[in-house]
């Protein structure tokens, strides 16, 4: 199994940046594929990114393409996602997730990954 632990959240003001990181132990990262979910206040948790375990791919949802950039280092067993042009709506409690790199299930549900972290808060004020 693999432990997963966000950091990098905060405050921050609408146009900064900031740059999440998700370190995980107890396996290597690169038998895992790697999400990035996020739960707002009083909705469901929603998909943001995705990378595969080789980086070839990334997926973004519509709402962050073009601000948001998820990368990987599996040296480093982490995995990272860069935030900028932040806007008030992406304030939430942001997730990393990992699903087995053989499992083919939908890169954008939550079901298709098995561990997750506890979360890291990010608020974005106006």
């Known amino acids: 199994q693999v432990q997963l632990v966000e950091s990098g959240g905060g405050l921050v003001q609408a146009g900064d940046s900031l740059r999440l990181s998700c370190a995980a132990s107890?396996?290597?990262?690169?038998?895992?594929?790697m999400g990035w979910f996020r739960q707002a206040p009083g909705k469901e948790r929603e998909f943001v990114a995705a990378?595969?375990?080789?980086?070839?791919?990334?997926y973004y949802a519509d709402s962050v393409k073009g601000r948001f950039t998820i990368s990987r280092d599996n040296a480093k067993n982490t995995v990272y996602l860069q935030m900028n042009s932040l806007k008030p709506e992406d304030t939430a409690v942001y997730y990393c997730?990992?699903?087995?790199?053989?499992?083919?299930?939908?890169?954008?549900?939550?079901?298709?990954?098995?561990?997750w972290g506890q979360g890291t808060q990010v608020t974005v004020s106006s």
């Open positions: 997730a990992a699903r087995p790199r053989d499992n083919f299930g939908p890169y954008y549900t939550e079901r298709s990954y098995n561990f």
């Open positions: 107890g396996s290597t990262l690169s038998s895992y594929a």
């Open positions: 990378i595969s375990w080789s980086a070839i791919n990334a």
